[in-house]
Every structure is written in structure tokens, then in C-alpha cells.
């Protein structure tokens, strides 16, 4: 069975992008938010989370749909490398949004709350403390010049949690992801305009890190 | 050194309207682009007192954005103007002379032009700009694009438009197409021809 992503995903994520090199016929689909779209504010706003859903990753399905199409059909190795932008960038996009709307949750729900275990002994490990993770985390995502996504991430040759960023759409492939943070512009412009560290400080209220737990177990050594 | 400072719009923040709002060009005037003169500043300080090619090549990144930021924006407030459409100025009217020939001669109409502008900005995977550029080893004008706020090297500038998701979603949300087919109202064609004739005296 053909996979898109290998290392860097859990299993079961990788089942769901998994499809064999033959197949045209089944279709990538919008996954459903694991709650309603106000269910995150005042740190994300409906309106932010409704248009982020509904309209901008729909966009990446739909896009990942008609490229894997167009490379089911390509005759010649210059098309299938002409189309490998719009997987990466569509694909990206969908891997990264459904991870996204995982790893976040009310705060009803658990969302902000880092029980003791696995993941939080693993922060303080290898950050010192979880306000200098935040901390690291949120300059780092900040300063990433452009559209992109700031991720924990777990590096399985160190056996580390490491902050780490991606550009524009690209997947996490480096690292398996822990927790990702969306800095593209639509992420938040709605809602903080231009302030970003207003973003990144609210986001925390409403990260899942019940979902990061489980992540990271599945993978740490 | 001297100081890298804002400029000033050559309009009011509510003069583009209704085609960019004015919570747009104030915040993206006021805090953006404040934001990249700021961040300019702050790197040549840095290089200024680096000491190594590794701690310059390190400051590099900082220069480009920051740099790229500055010089982006202050070509687009000028080659914005409000719109001849509400009556507010010359924006969006492209007379007859030099610049509309040359858009004729190389994109066979103004519709095509614009058609093959919007098409590639919209294709942008990411933040970053849409030009309409001339190339300067055969005189041609093109459509090019650039990522993130990297300026044009490639091509003199004839006119930009900002794709960064902060240039319109206030006001367009995910609907970048109607971002570009709106903001042609506001081209400040008269700035646009001015920058080709002063690229075609350079080539001389």
C-alpha cells in the first residue's frame, strides 16, 4: 500500500492518506471539527473558525482531489513533476489542517490542561519548564517570515521534543508532529489583526493536549 | 547611519475605498509596513556592528525581509490611487500612451493582461506579490510573482499588488479573487507609466 507520509505521522493518520498508486477513484474528504465552531472562543472566534474550516481547508481537498487526478493521468515524468507542487501544497494543507483541528479543543473539554505524564515530564525535559516551551515556542513561530506553521515536534533519532517550523504548506516531515499552530495570516487576522503574540498567547487556552499526549506515546521510546 | 523611515500615503487611509476599506490601509500601513521599517533599522544596526561574513550571512535573512517589506510596500502606496470610478482620482484609468502600448503589444489586450495578472497572483502558494515587470534584457513586460516579501530582482516594477492574506481578508475573507478584481479600480496607472518610461531611459 502506497503511503504519502512514512515516519512522521500516526499510524492511523497515515491509513487515512494512505491510497494505492492505482487508484483514481476514491476521494480525499473534509473531516468534521471535533466540536462546533464556537466551541474555542473567545481564544478563536467562530467566525475565524467556520471560514478556517468550511472554506480554506475545504479548498486544500478539493485542490488535493484534482491534482492526484491530474497524476493519475499525467503520461510523462515532466507532468507528474509539474503537478508535484500542488500535491505538496494541497496535500500539506489538508495534512496539516486536520491535525490542526485535533490538537485543539474547549477549554470545556480538556483544552489547555497539561495532566502529568508522559508529555509533560518530556517538556520539562527538554525545555526546562512548560512556560519556557510556550515561550520558545511562540518566539519561534512568530518570527517565521511568511506563511507557515510553528509545530512541537518529536525527533525520533534524539528521542527529543524540538520546536520546529514549516513554510507555507509543507508537511512536518523531520519530526513527528506533537502539537501544530497555524500562523498563517487566516489563522487569526480576524480576530487579532496584526498582533500575533495576542494569538499565540490565547491559543494555549484551547490546545488539546490530551490529543499531544497520545501522539507522543505513540512514537516516544 | 540614516534611518529608514515610513512614508507617508500619498492619500487618505479612506481614500480607496470602497475597493481596499480603510481598516486595511491603516493597519497595513501603520503597523505592517511600520513593522518591516522597524525591523530594517534594527538589522543594519546588527550588520553595522557585525563582526564575521558568518554573523552577516546569519543577519541576511533580517535584511531581505525586513528590506523586501519596506521596498514591497512603498511601491504599492504608490501605485495605488483612488478610484476615477467614485469620482476620487485618476486610479484605475489606463490612457492612452507608452505603458498601454506596450500592455497591448505583449498581452494582445488589457483583459488578457489583467486575466493572466490575477491568475498567477491567485496561484501563489503562500504570502507574497504579484508584478507586472519589465524585463530588462528584451524590454518585454511580464507577469511575475515573488514569495513572501522578497523584492523584484528579476524585472524593473512596474506595478505590485500585495497577496498577503493581510492585504484584504478584513475585507474580502478567503475570496482573494474579488480582492484582485477590485483593486484594479485603484492601479495608479499614471505611477505605473512613469516607472516604464523611467526603465526604458535606463536602457539606453
Do not use: C
Not at chain 1, 31 to 49: K, T
Not at chain 1, 100 to 113: D, R
Not at chain 2, 3 to 10: F, I
Amino acid at each position: 500500500m502506497l503511503s504519502l507520509i512514512r515516519n512522521a505521522a500516526r499510524p492511523t493518520l497515515a491509513r487515512a492518506f494512505a491510497k494505492p498508486a492505482f487508484a483514481t477513484a476514491s476521494l480525499h474528504t473534509l473531516p468534521d471539527l471535533p466540536y462546533a465552531y464556537e466551541a474555542l472562543e473567545p481564544h478563536i472566534s467562530g467566525e475565524i473558525m467556520k471560514l478556517h474550516h468550511s472554506k480554506h481547508h475545504q479548498t486544500y481537498v478539493t485542490g488535493l482531489n484534482t491534482a492526484e487526478e491530474s497524476l493519475a493521468k499525467a503520461p510523462s515524468v515532466k507532468e507528474r513533476i509539474a503537478l508535484q507542487a500542488a500535491l505538496k501544497f494541497n496535500g500539506g494543507g489538508h495534512i496539516n489542517h486536520s491535525l490542526f483541528w485535533k490538537n485543539l479543543a474547549p477549554t470545556s473539554e480538556g483544552g489547555g490542561k497539561l495532566r502529568e505524564g508522559p508529555l509533560k515530564e518530556a517538556i520539562v525535559r527538554d525545555f526546562g519548564s512548560v512556560e519556557n516551551f510556550k515561550k520558545e515556542f511562540n518566539t519561534k513561530t512568530a518570527a517565521i517570515q511568511g506563511s507557515g506553521w510553528g509545530w512541537l515536534g518529536y525527533n525520533s533519532a534524539t528521542n527529543k521534543l524540538e520546536i520546529v517550523t514549516t513554510a507555507n504548506q509543507d508537511p512536518l516531515l523531520s519530526h513527528t508532529p506533537i502539537i501544530g499552530i497555524d500562523i498563517w495570516e487566516h489563522a487569526f487576522y480576524l480576530q487579532y489583526k496584526n498582533v500575533k503574540p495576542d494569538y499565540l498567547n490565547a491559543i494555549w487556552n484551547v490546545v488539546n493536549f490530551e490529543e499531544a499526549g497520545r501522539r507522543f506515546t505513540d512514537v516516544a521510546k | 547611519m540614516a534611518e529608514h523611515t515610513l512614508p507617508s500615503l500619498p492619500y487618505s487611509y479612506d481614500a480607496l475605498e470602497p475597493h481596499i476599506s480603510e481598516e486595511i490601509m491603516t493597519i497595513h500601513h501603520k503597523k505592517h509596513h511600520q513593522a518591516y521599517v522597524s525591523g530594517l533599522n534594527a538589522a543594519e544596526a546588527s550588520f553595522a556592528k557585525s563582526q564575521s561574513p558568518k554573523e552577516k550571512i546569519v543577519l541576511s535573512a533580517a535584511l531581505k525581509f525586513n528590506g523586501g517589506g519596506h521596498i514591497n510596500h512603498s511601491l504599492f502606496w504608490k501605485n495605488l490611487a483612488p478610484s476615477a470610478k467614485q469620482g476620487k482620482g485618476h486610479g484605475g484609468v489606463l490612457k492612452d500612451g507608452p505603458l498601454k502600448e506596450a500592455i497591448l503589444r505583449d498581452f494582445k489586450s488589457f483583459e488578457a493582461f489583467k486575466k493572466d495578472f490575477n491568475t498567477q497572483t491567485l496561484a501563489i502558494q503562500g504570502s507574497g506579490w504579484g508584478w507586472l515587470g519589465l524585463n530588462p534584457h528584451n524590454h518585454v513586460l511580464e507577469v511575475v510573482t515573488t514569495p513572501n516579501q522578497d523584492p523584484l530582482l528579476s524585472h524593473v516594477p512596474i506595478i505590485g499588488v500585495d497577496i498577503w492574506e493581510h492585504a484584504f481578508y478584513l475585507q474580502y475573507k478567503n475570496i482573494k479573487a474579488e480582492y484582485l478584481d477590485a483593486i484594479w479600480n485603484v492601479i495608479n496607472f499614471e505611477e505605473a507609466e512613469k516607472r516604464y518610461l523611467e526603465a526604458g531611459a535606463s536602457k539606453l
